[in-house]
């Protein structure tokens, strides 16, 4: 079976060789605010591994054409999540939490007598990953996108991403001799990424964006 990793270039690099800033201590609080109750939607709480159960893509999300592949489904620790040594001593640099990957396949590419897939067919994956702070987050979103510019995209293209969390990027280019579209963003101290390849339209891959950031935006 071809891989889907392959599909969409092994899009899961998130390396990046700068080191995260020291935070500034938090200030003491006046004893005015000290009787003021903070309104959860001014200061929703930090996501957290437990919250990506419900925020990543799964079975019913799938696509036409595709089939939700459990067996590249799964939670990723930062070793498992991480491709090389480099990329650990980088995840490690931004507090990476927890990770979770999906992948969706051409319908029938899981059966184990399934031909190679062909050029064109429909791959989906999505990445969600959870980092100690926006800073971490927004550290691995920046260097993830770098990478895909500069070693994995052909003919690369920015398209919008408008609307998907606190900071995003959406791009559209080649990779491997097929059509991939990305959307890559941060929500607080969120990492998503939904990328679709082969007959997955630039739209389909969007929808699948938006539908992460509402579950996200629920999960706070």
Same mark, same amino acid.
């Given at each position: ?32 605010? @000290? ?104 550290? @691995? ?25 606190? @900071? ?25 990424? &939904? ?9 389909? &891959? ?15």
């Amino acid at each position: 079976m071809r891989s889907a990793a392959v599909a969409v270039t092994a899009l899961l690099a998130v390396s990046c060789t700068t080191a995260r800033p020291a935070e500034p201590p938090e200030p003491l609080p006046s004893p005015a605010s @000290s009787f003021v109750i903070p309104s959860p939607f001014l200061s929703p709480h930090p996501f957290t591994a437990r919250d990506l159960a419900s925020i990543v893509l799964g079975r019913r999300d799938t696509l036409d054409g595709t089939e939700f592949a459990r067996p590249f489904s799964v939670d990723r620790t930062i070793d498992e999540f991480a491709s090389d040594d480099e990329e650990l001593r980088q995840l490690s640099q931004d507090r990476f939490v927890a990770a979770h990957i999906t992948v969706f396949v051409p319908t029938g590419q899981l059966a184990h007598d399934a031909p190679p897939a062909e050029l064109g067919s429909p791959f989906v994956q999505g990445i969600a990953a959870v980092f100690e702070t926006p800073v971490g987050a927004d550290s @691995s979103l920046r260097r993830y996108v770098a990478n895909l510019r500069a070693s994995q995209l052909q003919h690369e293209v920015t398209i919008s991403a408008d609307g998907l969390g606190d @900071s995003s990027e959406g791009l559209r280019g080649q990779a491997g001799g097929e059509d991939v579209t990305i959307y890559a963003w941060r929500t607080a101290n969120l990492l998503l990424v &939904v990328s679709g390849s082969g007959t997955i339209t630039p739209e389909l &891959v969007r929808t699948l964006a938006d539908r992460m950031q509402r579950r996200a935006d629920l999960a706070r």
